[in-house]
């Protein structure tokens, strides 16, 4: 079993910076690919940040250069920092993962999103 906890969000105004945190835990081998997502009010869930297992990084054109997608393997943490925030960066936010278990078998994981709001 794999529970994912994320962590981070809050209120900030434009110009500031935030760091998530998706902190992985239970029967966990290793992470085989990571990504970030985010939902506004009324709108889908859109990738904004991910690493699949190729390990190439994507970033959304509405982020690149502002954002940073990372992970702490020896933590199994995922971390998104976020900088120079933008209100149209008002989204929950919710980290996914694919993970093999320690019974080598894979799974994909969500967390339960955290609010992240950016004042003008």
């Known amino acids: 079993q794999v529970q994912l906890v994320e962590s981070g969000g809050g209120l900030v105004q434009a110009g500031e910076s935030l760091r998530l945190s998706c902190a992985a835990s239970?029967?966990?081998?290793?992470?085989?690919?990571m990504g970030w997502y985010r939902q506004a009010p009324g709108k889908q869930r859109d990738l904004v940040a991910g690493?699949?297992?190729?390990?190439?990084?994507y970033y959304a054109d509405s982020v690149k250069g502002r954002f940073t997608i990372s992970v702490d393997n020896a933590k199994n943490t995922v971390y998104l920092q976020m900088n120079n925030l933008k209100p149209e960066d008002t989204a929950v936010y919710y980290c996914?993962?694919?993970?093999?278990?320690?019974?080598?078998?894979?799974?994909?994981?969500w967390g339960q999103g955290t609010q992240v709001t950016v004042s003008s």
């Open positions: 996914n993962l694919l993970i093999t278990r320690t019974t080598l078998t894979q799974g994909n994981y």
């Open positions: 239970g029967n966990i081998f290793r992470i085989n690919a």
């Open positions: 690493i699949p297992s190729g390990g190439t990084t």
